[in-house]
Nanobody, 114 residues
Framework: QEEPVESGGGTVPLGGSLTLSCVIS????????MAWYRQAPGTQREIIAS???????AYVDSVKGRFTISRDNDKNMVFLQMNSLKPEDTGVYYC????????WGQGTQVTVSS
């Protein structure tokens, strides 16, 4: 089963922090780039952070300096540390393998209250 399993979401106040986790049973995990995506209410899913097989990271401007993506290849896991959360960070967060035909998980809900 290669469907990602995300966890760690919740409701936090403005300025709060959360760490999201994702585990995926994918053979050869370490050779794949991974990413976190966010789907805000009424919008399409968008990529917000990525990490390559070589640990090179990239972020959309809206989360730069606040979010940090990391990975643990021994545990087939990807993490997203989120600080200084804003109401516009509210949404369902998904992780995914950056490969054609990759599966989606159920996501984890993050709600930031103002």
């Amino acid at each position: 089963q290669e469907e990602p399993v995300e966890s760690g979401g919740g409701t936090v106040p403005l300025g709060g922090s959360l760490t999201l986790s994702c585990v995926i049973s994918k053979t050869g995990f370490s050779v794949y780039g991974m990413a976190w995506y966010r789907q805000a209410p009424g919008t399409q899913r968008e990529i917000i952070a990525s990490i390559s097989a070589g640990n090179r990271t990239a972020y959309v401007d809206s989360v730069k300096g606040r979010f940090t993506i990391s990975r643990d290849n021994d545990k087939n896991m990807v993490f997203l540390q989120m600080n200084s959360l804003k109401p516009e960070d509210t949404g369902v967060y998904y992780c995914g393998v950056r490969a054609p035909g990759a599966s989606w998980g159920q996501g984890t809900q993050v709600t930031v209250s103002s």
